[in-house]
């Protein structure tokens, strides 16, 4: 069993950073692939990044290439991403996910989430 902590989030103003976090409670963290998707009120949950298990492939969604930057930090059991350049549109309910198959999914386990609020 994997559990995800999401923290970080909050409200920032247009052009702003935010740094969020996944801590994740599992003793085989390498062996996951982990990912960061969104739901902003009314839409469906998008992806947003994904890290592979060895961190040495990643993968964004247009909407945020060269704005945010997914990592992972193995001997903490951490997720990260960094939000640069955050727009209103951004605004959304973070989820981190994990999955032992490649970073396109299915993915398995879920956080519970962190907002994050973008102000024009």
């Known amino acids: 069993q994997v559990q995800l902590v999401e923290s970080g989030g909050g409200l920032v103003q247009a052009g702003g950073s935010l740094r969020l976090s996944c801590a994740a409670s599992v003793h085989t963290f390498n062996n996951y692939a982990m990912g960061w998707f969104r739901q902003a009120p009314g839409k469906e949950r998008e992806f947003v990044a994904a890290?592979?298990?060895?961190?040495?492939?990643?993968v964004y969604a247009d909407s945020v290439k060269g704005r945010f930057t997914i990592s992972r930090r193995s001997a903490k059991n951490t997720l990260y991403l960094q939000m640069n350049s955050l727009k209103p549109e951004d605004t959304a309910v973070y989820y981190c996910a994990a999955t032992r198959g490649v970073v396109s999914g299915p993915y398995d386990y879920w956080g519970q989430g962190t907002q994050v609020t973008v102000s024009s």
């Open positions: 890290v592979s298990s060895s961190g040495g492939s990643t």
